[in-house]
């Protein structure tokens, strides 16, 4: 059987560094290839809205910026089982409640992620109009490729592109431009 995943990029883009996981599954997608079974997919602050993009899949991987102890630009990398103990904390935002209360309401209903893993980074500003820090920026990369290892890890068909896809970058200027 196929698997079903979902690769989910949260955060505003408009607060600085909050916008990391539009980054990260951007530059995600424009490295690399999957199959049909996997969506990926920047949903912003979705709170409840969350719910339909986690329905039933075998594995949410979720892109997000995360409070830790760790120096800004720091990748960290938690389980379903850290969010729920609170070891691992989004960033808390409009989106940060959506994701615990959308993977709960699944469960009750039976429909929730077999595996849920967050690619978090630490924000180094979440101000508005900011922009994305230089230490995050550099590390949207490697989180792209920390979540193509974690699919192929997982059998998931996934691989680099022979040419890379141009990013949509809107919110980033500076970086739209160049590429």
Same mark, same amino acid.
Request: net charge negative.
């Given at each position: 059987?196929?698997?079903?995943v979902?690769?989910?990029?949260?955060?505003?883009v408009? %607060?600085?560094?909050?916008?990391?996981? &539009?980054?990260?599954? $951007?530059?995600?997608?424009?490295?690399?290839?999957c199959?049909?079974?996997? +969506?990926?997919?920047?949903?912003?602050?979705?709170? %409840?809205?969350?719910?339909p993009?986690?329905y039933?899949t075998?594995?949410?991987?979720?892109?997000?910026?995360?409070? @830790?102890e $760790?120096?800004?630009?720091?990748l960290?990398?938690? @389980?379903e089982?850290?969010?729920? /103990?609170?070891?691992?904390?989004?960033?808390?935002?409009?989106?940060a409640p959506?994701?615990q $209360? @959308?993977?709960a309401?699944?469960r009750?209903? #039976?429909? &929730?992620?077999? +595996?849920?893993?967050?690619?978090?980074?630490?924000?180094e /500003?979440?101000r508005?109009g900011e #922009?994305?820090?230089r230490a995050?920026?550099?590390?949207? *990369?490697?989180?792209a490729d920390?979540?193509? =290892?974690l699919?192929? $890890?997982?059998?998931?068909?996934?691989r680099? =592109?022979?040419t890379?896809a141009e *990013?949509?970058?809107?919110?980033l200027?500076?970086?739209?431009?160049? /590429?």
């Open positions: 059987m196929i698997p079903r979902s690769v989910i990029g949260l955060g505003n408009l %607060l600085g560094d909050d916008g990391f996981g &539009a980054l990260a599954v $951007e530059m995600f997608r424009c490295a690399y290839q199959g049909s079974n996997v +969506e990926v997919a920047d949903l912003g602050t979705p709170g %409840l809205d969350l719910a993009y986690l039933d075998d594995l949410a991987l979720i892109a997000d910026a995360v409070h @830790s $760790e120096q800004p630009g720091s960290c990398i938690y @389980s089982t850290d969010l729920l /103990s609170r070891r691992a904390q989004l960033r808390l935002t409009a989106h959506g994701v $209360e @959308s993977l309401q699944l009750l209903a #039976g429909h &929730a992620p077999h +595996e849920v893993i967050v690619i978090g980074v630490v924000p /500003s979440c508005l #922009g994305i820090s995050v920026l550099n590390s949207a *990369p490697i989180a920390h979540i193509a =290892r699919l192929v $890890e997982r059998a998931v068909d996934c680099r =592109r022979p890379p *990013p949509t970058l809107w919110w200027p500076h970086l739209a431009a160049s /590429s």
